[in-house]
């Protein structure tokens, strides 16, 4: 059973679109990420939910928002794409909201043309 | 800031050697977890081992073991027994209290035949 799944896994796009992003996790979590990989493999952390609260918002343009609509999910929207915003996005989750591991899903590679 | 710090880019080893790949960190947390995550080319960041900054005994996991030196600051992987499906990028982690992950810029690890 896939524990943290992400769709869609690739996503190509022209510029000034709005795109959508699902995470779901069947791992009973409390907690879930996302997290955005740059070209050169940079991993940084994005925003992260604790039953449906922020928890974690990190210095992202407004065009970036994140959506739970209950602790299985975690959403993000992207308005108005820019060619900076290729890259990976990868959702994870963990039990409780601070030191424990973290799962991730497969990731969506998001092309901005 | 919080930072956490991989200087080695990129490491090689032949199959079947011993390899260690380098980690520092920066936090001025007392409590805190230290992750080792591993990402092959198919992009899935996977959970290699795993280390409480409170235990002092060094986490093992079959052939990956870690070096935590918590005055130092350091949490290196020694990956035994290379196997080419050990070739991936390294990331190196840390949880604090906050719920806040901190990545390395990772270590592209070549294992020869």
């Known amino acids: 059973d896939t524990a943290v799944s992400q769709t869609p896994k690739y996503l190509v796009t022209q510029m000034g679109n709005d795109k959508s992003i699902k995470c779901e996790q069947n791992?009973?979590?409390?907690?879930m990420y996302w997290y955005k990989q740059d070209s050169k493999k940079f991993l940084k952390i994005m925003f992260s939910?604790?039953?449906?609260?922020?928890?974690i918002n990190e210095t992202v343009p407004n065009r970036f928002s994140p959506k739970s609509p209950d602790k299985a999910h975690l959403n993000l929207h992207i308005n108005s794409l820019e060619l900076g915003d290729s890259a990976v996005y990868f959702c994870?989750?963990?039990?409780?909201?601070?030191?424990?591991?973290?799962?991730f899903g497969p990731g969506t590679r998001l092309t901005v043309l | 800031a919080q930072t956490v710090t991989q200087s080695q880019p990129e490491m090689s080893v032949q199959e079947a050697e011993t390899v260690t790949l380098s980690c520092t960190y920066d936090t001025s947390e007392s409590d805190y977890y230290l992750f080792w995550y591993k990402q092959p080319p198919s992009r899935q960041m996977i959970l290699v081992i795993r280390q409480e900054a409170y235990k002092q005994q060094n986490a093992t996991e079959n052939r990956f073991s870690v070096n935590f030196q918590k005055a130092a600051k350091s949490f290196s992987l020694k990956i035994s027994d290379s196997q080419l499906g050990d070739a991936a990028m390294y990331f190196c982690a840390y949880n604090t209290n906050a719920g806040k992950s901190t990545f390395g810029d990772g270590t592209t690890l070549t294992v020869k035949p």
């Open positions: 939910y604790n039953n449906k609260e922020l928890i």
């Open positions: 994870a989750s963990s039990k409780g909201r601070s030191l424990d591991t973290q799962y």
């Open positions: 791992l009973g979590h409390d907690t």
